[in-house]
């Protein structure tokens, strides 16, 4: 048992797929090298266009009819998703001809002869064609010559029970005779191809010619060919270039949107999941805008994938407008993540990264991340880095510290710093450190006039000094703190550095 | 008076049939779970540690009044248990230098420079819903940027708080949330002899007071009787 899949008027269909409320519309399709229409749309249709018009012709008989152009990358992407889902139907397919794939039953549950098993098949093959946007056709026969006949001319499912009735129903361009024999057989008045299966092998080759012989086979159709199979590429990309260049956000988003959805309807096909969503804008002005998005937790999740898509475009501004755009996702096996007992890990790592896309373009990168403490004596010396908690399991320090939390031999800045630093009060830093005028008497600070404090210096102690950098003379720098008091009992850090003084911070 | 057999075969029938529900006459699940902050007297006074789903102010009575060593103790705890912290910082005052490479790890610094940008970051952290403990620090900010800040803005946190596990604290110069569950004033004024003791000395000189604990809705009766 064969089935065929045929997807009617397949070029329009890969053109019309992401906007499928132009079905409503008179919409031409022009081919690229003859400049003629090749297909067109049922209201099209209706205005009196018709296949082989030029697009002049085409639009003097209907001036509202929306001429495109076939685009070889949209049908190629089509018949990968036509390959794709009918992989999900039967592991062995052929890519038949553009639009059309045939199918061997052999094997499956399917493969029987009650109607109503295969009708409830068909149903789901069509409702799965659907969602990915295409209007398909099936026809199911003993052999893939019939099973295609039978597809063009269901709707949309057509099950061949009885061979011999459903040839001999069939009108005889369905074998596509030449010109020359089709008017003769016109004239002897054979119309379909039980009319011409009766006249007889022998009788045919007589008056037609060996050519008729083919003719023959293919009427009888009782051979079953081999299937030239194929796999689907598993390649998902959705690709469209637009008619008027998109200027603004919003419909760009909404195909994103579209994109995404179909990006993830073929994932689930295969059971996969996005890992990496790579995005391509095609501005006017020839330049390419491509970015790549990893995805935390790798999903197929609509919503997630598109805020991640639609945080990123918020920000972006091109210098001319976008004619195309280019959607791929790299699949992966999701991943099954078990909460462990006590729970640290991200419940949600995409909404998390999403969040931290949101901060990073409301702040910079530079002020949303983790701190990592520069290995240097300068004190505030530290750059910040992206966050990144999934990347290493770090353990609890009270399983690291050192028993009594004694030096090491070989002393670190961060042993030093973080030693001193959390046997002290706690220092809220002024950044940049305030200039302020203050005043010394016999050696220690007596008096501060700062924006936070004027007045008497209450109790002082220092100074502490420190320097680094010596070996680099712009870098050198050499600076006294000293850790103050003020007389109403305000804590401050004050220190000098070439010859000015500054408030560090506050003590709290 | 005992319900009666129907009635139980009934509740019975309808915790098979709907596994995921709670019926009214079971009794609520703990709606007042607390995170200890590991400082003795603080948890003693809030009654076991920080709750979870609702905001905590701690108001820095006085410029040193120790919230920065309060964070600083909170932080520690939470990265020991490895747990992820955020803090939005009001001023970029957070002095990471005196931490411990493992403690910042597992921290999410923003760095604002306003009260204004500090509303914006917390707003979108509560909603991510991800993030156990989350650190509003605006000590430092200037009284005119927190009077900008609308009442309506701590009731909206509060309302997204309260869905979440997350425990949310907000340190501040003065008492500004009125939604707060708890608020706790710390009143001692460290000097400067003080500076360069042991943070577990210190934090034991920290002098909090309980100004204000609210119940959460859904708290059993008996804990609202002995609240009140």
Not at chain 1, 66 to 91: D, G, H, V, W, Y
């Given at each position: 048992m064969f089935a065929v899949i045929y997807i009617p008027d397949f070029f329009l269909q890969a053109a019309l797929r992401h906007e499928?409320?132009?079905?409503?519309r008179p919409v031409a399709l022009l081919n690229k090298?003859?400049?003629?229409?090749v297909e067109l749309t049922a209201v099209a249709k209706e205005t009196g266009v018709c296949p082989g018009l030029t697009s002049t012709q085409a639009l003097a008989r209907c001036p509202t009819i929306l001429i495109k152009t076939r685009s070889e990358a949209q049908e190629e992407a089509a018949m990968n998703i036509l390959l794709e889902c009918a992989n999900a139907f039967s592991p062995k397919i052929e890519a038949?001809?553009?639009?059309i794939c045939t199918l061997?039953?052999?094997?499956?549950?399917?493969?029987?002869?009650?109607n109503a098993l295969l009708h409830l098949w068909a149903k789901k093959v069509i409702a799965q064609f659907s969602k990915v946007l295409f209007r398909a056709q099936v026809g199911v026969a003993e052999n893939p010559d019939l099973a295609l006949h039978a597809a063009k001319i269901a709707s949309p499912f057509y099950f061949v029970e009885n061979s011999d009735e459903f040839i001999s129903s069939l009108s005889i361009e369905t074998i596509e005779p030449p010109p020359e024999i089709l008017n003769i057989l016109g004239r002897w008045g054979v119309g379909t191809l039980g009319a011409f299966v009766a006249l007889g092998k022998d009788k045919l080759a007589e008056r037609l010619g060996a050519e008729s012989l083919e003719l023959f086979e293919r009427a009888t159709a009782h051979t079953i060919r081999p299937l030239n199979l194929v796999r689907p590429k598993e390649i998902f990309e959705e690709t469209m270039e637009f008619e008027h260049e998109i200027e603004t956000l919003q419909p760009l988003l909404f195909i994103l949107r579209r994109f995404i959805e179909q990006l993830s309807r073929r994932l689930e096909l295969f059971y996969f999941v996005a890992q990496e969503i790579q995005l391509s804008l095609k501005l006017n002005s020839g330049e390419k805008l491509e970015r790549s998005f990893r995805?935390?937790?790798?999903?197929?999740?609509i919503e997630t994938l598109f805020r991640m898509l639609q945080t990123h475009l918020e920000t972006v501004q091109t210098d001319s407008q976008i004619v195309a755009l280019h959607l791929a996702a790299k699949p992966a096996k999701p991943e099954h993540f078990q909460f462990g007992l006590f729970e640290t890990a991200l419940r949600d790592p995409n909404q998390f990264y999403e969040t931290l896309a949101q901060l990073t373009s409301l702040f910079g990168s530079d002020r949303v991340g983790t701190p990592v403490v520069e290995n240097?004596?300068?004190?505030d010396a530290f750059r910040m880095e992206p966050v990144n908690f999934e990347a290493e399991k770090v353990l609890p320090i009270s399983c690291r510290q050192k028993p009594g939390g004694e030096f090491s031999k070989h002393l670190t800045f961060h042993d030093f710093s973080a030693n001193r630093q959390s046997a002290a009060l706690c220092l809220r830093r002024f950044r940049p450190p305030l200039p302020v005028l203050l005043e010394m008497r016999g050696g220690r600070p007596a008096l501060l006039n700062s924006e936070k404090f004027v007045g008497v210096i209450k109790n002082a102690s220092g100074p502490f000094r420190s320097s680094g950098n010596w070996w680099e003379p712009e870098a050198l720098w050499a600076r006294d703190e000293w850790d103050i008091q003020t007389s109403t009992g305000e804590l401050f850090r004050v220190f000098t550095q070439d010859g000015d003084w500054f408030l560090e911070g506050a003590f709290d | 008076m005992p319900p009666s057999k129907t009635i139980i075969e009934l509740r019975q029938l309808l915790s098979e049939r709907f596994p995921g529900k709670r019926f009214s006459a079971e009794k609520a699940p703990s709606a007042n779970a607390v995170w200890p902050s590991g400082i003795a007297h603080i948890d003693d006074l809030l009654r076991g540690g920080l709750p979870k789903g609702g905001i905590v102010e701690i108001v820095n009575?006085?410029?040193?009044?120790?919230s920065a060593l309060l964070m600083a103790a909170l932080l520690r705890k939470a990265a020991a248990e490895n747990q992820i912290v955020t803090l939005i910082d009001g001023m970029d005052?957070?002095?990471?230098?005196?931490?411990q490479p493992e403690t910042l790890a597992r921290l999410l610094w923003v760095r604002c420079k306003n009260a204004g940008e500090a509303m914006k970051a917390v707003d979108l952290i509560l909603r991510?819903?991800?993030?156990?403990l989350v650190l509003l620090d605006l000590?430092?900010?200037p009284a005119k940027q927190l009077r900008k800040i609308p009442a309506t803005t701590w009731y909206r946190l509060q309302r997204i708080a309260e869905t979440t596990p997350t425990i949310f604290v907000a340190i501040t110069p003065?008492?500004?949330?009125?939604?707060?569950q708890i608020r706790l004033n710390l009143t001692r004024q460290f000097s400067?002899?003080?500076?360069?003791?042991e943070d577990q000395r210190l934090l034991a000189k920290l002098k909090p007071e309980l100004a204000q604990h609210r119940l959460i809705l859904g708290e059993p009766p008996e804990k609202r009787a002995e609240a009140g």
């Amino acid at each position: 048992m064969f089935a065929v899949i045929y997807i009617p008027d397949f070029f329009l269909q890969a053109a019309l797929r992401h906007e499928p409320e132009l079905w409503t519309r008179p919409v031409a399709l022009l081919n690229k090298e003859l400049k003629k229409v090749v297909e067109l749309t049922a209201v099209a249709k209706e205005t009196g266009v018709c296949p082989g018009l030029t697009s002049t012709q085409a639009l003097a008989r209907c001036p509202t009819i929306l001429i495109k152009t076939r685009s070889e990358a949209q049908e190629e992407a089509a018949m990968n998703i036509l390959l794709e889902c009918a992989n999900a139907f039967s592991p062995k397919i052929e890519a038949t001809a553009p639009g059309i794939c045939t199918l061997d039953l052999q094997g499956l549950s399917v493969a029987t002869v009650e109607n109503a098993l295969l009708h409830l098949w068909a149903k789901k093959v069509i409702a799965q064609f659907s969602k990915v946007l295409f209007r398909a056709q099936v026809g199911v026969a003993e052999n893939p010559d019939l099973a295609l006949h039978a597809a063009k001319i269901a709707s949309p499912f057509y099950f061949v029970e009885n061979s011999d009735e459903f040839i001999s129903s069939l009108s005889i361009e369905t074998i596509e005779p030449p010109p020359e024999i089709l008017n003769i057989l016109g004239r002897w008045g054979v119309g379909t191809l039980g009319a011409f299966v009766a006249l007889g092998k022998d009788k045919l080759a007589e008056r037609l010619g060996a050519e008729s012989l083919e003719l023959f086979e293919r009427a009888t159709a009782h051979t079953i060919r081999p299937l030239n199979l194929v796999r689907p590429k598993e390649i998902f990309e959705e690709t469209m270039e637009f008619e008027h260049e998109i200027e603004t956000l919003q419909p760009l988003l909404f195909i994103l949107r579209r994109f995404i959805e179909q990006l993830s309807r073929r994932l689930e096909l295969f059971y996969f999941v996005a890992q990496e969503i790579q995005l391509s804008l095609k501005l006017n002005s020839g330049e390419k805008l491509e970015r790549s998005f990893r995805v935390p937790s790798p999903t197929r999740n609509i919503e997630t994938l598109f805020r991640m898509l639609q945080t990123h475009l918020e920000t972006v501004q091109t210098d001319s407008q976008i004619v195309a755009l280019h959607l791929a996702a790299k699949p992966a096996k999701p991943e099954h993540f078990q909460f462990g007992l006590f729970e640290t890990a991200l419940r949600d790592p995409n909404q998390f990264y999403e969040t931290l896309a949101q901060l990073t373009s409301l702040f910079g990168s530079d002020r949303v991340g983790t701190p990592v403490v520069e290995n240097s004596f300068r004190p505030d010396a530290f750059r910040m880095e992206p966050v990144n908690f999934e990347a290493e399991k770090v353990l609890p320090i009270s399983c690291r510290q050192k028993p009594g939390g004694e030096f090491s031999k070989h002393l670190t800045f961060h042993d030093f710093s973080a030693n001193r630093q959390s046997a002290a009060l706690c220092l809220r830093r002024f950044r940049p450190p305030l200039p302020v005028l203050l005043e010394m008497r016999g050696g220690r600070p007596a008096l501060l006039n700062s924006e936070k404090f004027v007045g008497v210096i209450k109790n002082a102690s220092g100074p502490f000094r420190s320097s680094g950098n010596w070996w680099e003379p712009e870098a050198l720098w050499a600076r006294d703190e000293w850790d103050i008091q003020t007389s109403t009992g305000e804590l401050f850090r004050v220190f000098t550095q070439d010859g000015d003084w500054f408030l560090e911070g506050a003590f709290d | 008076m005992p319900p009666s057999k129907t009635i139980i075969e009934l509740r019975q029938l309808l915790s098979e049939r709907f596994p995921g529900k709670r019926f009214s006459a079971e009794k609520a699940p703990s709606a007042n779970a607390v995170w200890p902050s590991g400082i003795a007297h603080i948890d003693d006074l809030l009654r076991g540690g920080l709750p979870k789903g609702g905001i905590v102010e701690i108001v820095n009575q006085r410029k040193n009044s120790g919230s920065a060593l309060l964070m600083a103790a909170l932080l520690r705890k939470a990265a020991a248990e490895n747990q992820i912290v955020t803090l939005i910082d009001g001023m970029d005052s957070f002095d990471a230098s005196a931490f411990q490479p493992e403690t910042l790890a597992r921290l999410l610094w923003v760095r604002c420079k306003n009260a204004g940008e500090a509303m914006k970051a917390v707003d979108l952290i509560l909603r991510d819903r991800n993030l156990p403990l989350v650190l509003l620090d605006l000590a430092l900010n200037p009284a005119k940027q927190l009077r900008k800040i609308p009442a309506t803005t701590w009731y909206r946190l509060q309302r997204i708080a309260e869905t979440t596990p997350t425990i949310f604290v907000a340190i501040t110069p003065q008492p500004i949330v009125s939604c707060a569950q708890i608020r706790l004033n710390l009143t001692r004024q460290f000097s400067l002899e003080d500076v360069d003791l042991e943070d577990q000395r210190l934090l034991a000189k920290l002098k909090p007071e309980l100004a204000q604990h609210r119940l959460i809705l859904g708290e059993p009766p008996e804990k609202r009787a002995e609240a009140g």
